[in-house]
């Protein structure tokens, strides 16, 4: 089983940046797609962002398309979310997944996930 410890939330002010990290252990990365998700207070949770084991695909929501980039680094077992012209709509929890069934791709059969960290934009 993987174990997965995200990091790099914060308080930012809209238009600003962030780096999103997730740290994985207890298995590699290497043979699993990785995704971002985030919820809202009173939302439901929210598909984000995936990359495939290679880094060679990547899929966007629409609300963050062009603004944030997933990417990962095998060799560190750890994933990125660059997050760019933040808005404050983008206000939420984080969490990072590990996917264990591919053919799911890109949105579902994510089996592992992390703890979350804190994002918020202000005005």
């Known amino acids: 089983q993987v174990q997965l410890v995200e990091s790099g939330g914060g308080l930012v002010q809209a238009g600003g940046s962030l780096r999103l990290s997730c740290a994985a252990s207890g298995r590699s990365i290497s043979s699993y797609a990785m995704g971002w998700f985030r919820q809202a207070p009173g939302k439901e949770r929210e598909f984000v962002a995936a990359?495939?084991?290679?880094?060679?695909?990547?899929f966007y929501a629409d609300s963050v398309k062009g603004r944030f980039t997933i990417s990962r680094d095998n060799a560190k077992d750890t994933v990125y979310l660059q997050m760019n012209s933040l808005k404050p709509e983008d206000t939420a929890v984080y969490y990072c997944?590990?996917?264990?069934?591919?053919?799911?791709?890109?949105?579902?059969?994510?089996?592992?996930w992390g703890q979350g960290t804190q994002v918020t934009v202000s005005s």
């Open positions: 997944a590990a996917q264990g069934d591919f053919t799911d791709w890109p949105r579902g059969g994510f089996d592992y």
């Open positions: 990359v495939t084991w290679s880094g060679d695909q990547t």
